[in-house]
């Protein structure tokens, strides 16, 4: 393939509403995943993002056996409730609360995966939706207008709260008894950060699906953190690396015919590992 | 009035108190330091003070709106090795009490830089907080303690791991911060300093052994005990 078939080829499928939405939507999702996960990297919860993924794994085949037109509607309250409770509660649990996580996190798996076995959604075959509903293969292209819309408001919500926050979620995150101390309702804004993180990883559902949703999390976080060393450079950098590598991986996949999902995780690995020698250079000037 | 008054408090964890029956008042530009073995419930009683936990027992009052106006050193813990943040970040975050819009306000960034230029910092404003010696990052979170404090602070052993001489500017420091009419209350390990710097002293151990002005502490058996032991 010479240059100008790749441009035509891209060109041809650019011309695509749902290709539009999906870069639309990626871009969004792949822009608060970066930023929450600055915050999720940093107050080290990263195995909380990955737990609440499986959680909303088993309720998108709650969704799915229950024939919801929109499965975010049910998506969305259960991961809520899951994140609220684990990122409340994990510090009550005294013991093992990472092991608490763990098995709630494959236990979502098992009963998902059975409730689609059970009751194979119609028309579907049982191996393609688990297939969809883990790695988000192709469903990011068939998303109805509903769903784009849906996506749209939310990750647009998330990422204006961010920066109306901004300055409250780095003195959360960089020391909460000080916050606590001079007055700030920090039991109001950790939960408010649950909801929003429950919020991006359902999002994130449709993106990449539930098993790779960690990546676009705390791979811009760990690349930026690796070259930069403020918080403001590091959230600015996680965002522009996260949307970036969501566009090449989205693009590469239309043009290789590879699953959406896994190609955006592959552009992330790839931007990490590039960050990483940067880093290293500059460590030794 | 006193600023915070404590009437047979008992503090603890998940209701097994650590110190119990403790009595005392902090009054405006008092200099109270807190004393006592280690593990004997000095920061578990400052965190009370805070409101980071529930008292188990008896009676806190803090001076209605001080909440507010409360500056805090924690003692020194060994976390976020890895955190990104610059100097100005960290003592601008001091200032969040000071506001309620969404970002610095003009006044906001002057208090910060004030706080900054006071505890000689400008040169590594814009450094990684994360890279500096544990004196200077000590001085940062005093700065930042600064922006927050306009009637109260509370200094949890600010001293602990520095040097001679950093001390010594150290509790000068504070000494000229009471002086200006900030009240404070100090954890510290070094009776001696705490006998020459402060007005009151509480001695905590399961339950308190002394509340009272500096001098008499000094010359109560107790307190020369601890003094001699500290200082031998
Ligand atoms: N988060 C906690 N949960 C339960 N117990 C604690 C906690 N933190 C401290 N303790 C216990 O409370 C006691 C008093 O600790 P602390 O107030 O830190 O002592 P000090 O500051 O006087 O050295 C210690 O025995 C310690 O083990
Ligand atoms: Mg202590």
Redesign the interface.
């Known amino acids: 393939m010479n240059t100008g078939g790749i441009w035509e080829t891209l060109g041809f499928y650019l011309s695509y509403p749902f290709v539009q939405y999906a870069l639309i939507v990626g871009v969004l999702v792949a822009l608060s995943a970066s930023l929450l996960g600055v915050v999720l990297v ?1 107050r080290r919860l990263s195995y909380i993002g990955d737990g609440l993924a499986h959680v909303a794994f088993g309720a998108m085949a709650i969704a799915t056996v229950l024939n919801f037109s929109n499965n975010m509607l049910l998506v969305l309250p259960i991961t809520i409730l899951f994140s609220i409770l684990l990122l409340h509660g994990g510090r009550r649990v005294k013991i093992q609360g990472d092991a608490a996580i763990a098995m709630m996190s494959v236990g979502a798996l098992a009963i998902g995966y059975i409730l689609f076995n059970l009751f194979p959604p119609k028309g579907g075959n049982v191996s393609g939706d688990v297939c969809t509903t883990l790695f988000g293969s192709t469903s990011i292209l068939t998303l109805s207008q509903e769903e784009v819309w849906l996506s749209i408001g939310l990750g647009f919500v998330v990422v204006v709260l961010f ?6 979620v ?2 959360l995150t ?2 909460g ?8 309702r920090t039991g109001l804004y950790n939960a408010a950060v649950a909801v929003v993180i429950a919020t991006v990883i359902s999002l994130a559902m449709n993106l990449v699906g539930s098993l790779l949703i960690s990546a676009l999390l705390v791979f811009p976080a760990l690349s930026a ?1 690796r070259v ?7 959230v600015i950098c996680a965002a522009v690396f996260g949307v970036t590598a969501a566009l090449v991986g989205i693009v590469a996949s239309i043009l290789a015919g590879t699953p959406v999902g896994a190609t955006i995780v592959a552009a992330d690995i790839a931007g990490f590992l590039l960050f990483s020698l940067l880093g290293a250079l500059k460590g030794k000037k | 009035m006193a600023l915070l008054t404590c009437e047979n408090v008992s503090v603890g964890y998940e209701g097994k108190p650590v110190a119990e029956a403790i009595t005392f008042a902090v009054n405006p530009k008092d200099y109270l330091c807190i004393v006592g073995e280690n593990g004997s419930g000095k920061t578990t009683l400052m965190r009370t003070i805070l409101g980071l936990l529930p008292p188990l027992s008896g009676k806190m009052t803090l001076e209605e709106g001080v909440r507010h106006h409360i500056g805090y050193l924690p003692q020194q813990s060994p976390v976020q090795r890895d955190f990104p943040a610059s100097v100005r970040e960290v003592v601008l975050s001091g200032c969040l009490s000071r506001g309620r819009g969404p970002f610095f306000t003009r006044a906001q960034k002057a208090l910060a830089d004030k706080n900054i230029a006071r505890l000689n910092i400008t040169k590594i404003a814009n450094h990684c907080y994360r890279e500096l010696s544990g004196g200077q990052q000590q001085r940062v979170l005093l700065a930042r303690a600064l922006c927050a404090a306009d009637k109260m602070l509370l200094l949890d052993e600010p001293a602990a791991g520095l040097d001679p001489q950093i001390t010594q500017e150290m509790y000068d420091l504070i000494g000229d911060l009471n002086q200006s009419g900030l009240t404070i209350i100090m954890i510290t390990h070094d009776v001696g300093a705490a006998i020459r710097n402060a007005s009151h002293i509480l001695h905590v151990s399961r339950t308190p052994l002394y509340f009272g002005e500096s001098e008499g502490y000094a010359q109560s058996p107790l307190g020369s005990a601890f003094l001699k032991e500290a200082n031998p």
């Open positions: 940093l920066v109306l926050f901004y300055n409250r780095f003195a960089f020391d008894e000080f916050a606590a101390a001079t007055g700030m953190m930069y060393k403020s918080f403001r450079s590091v």
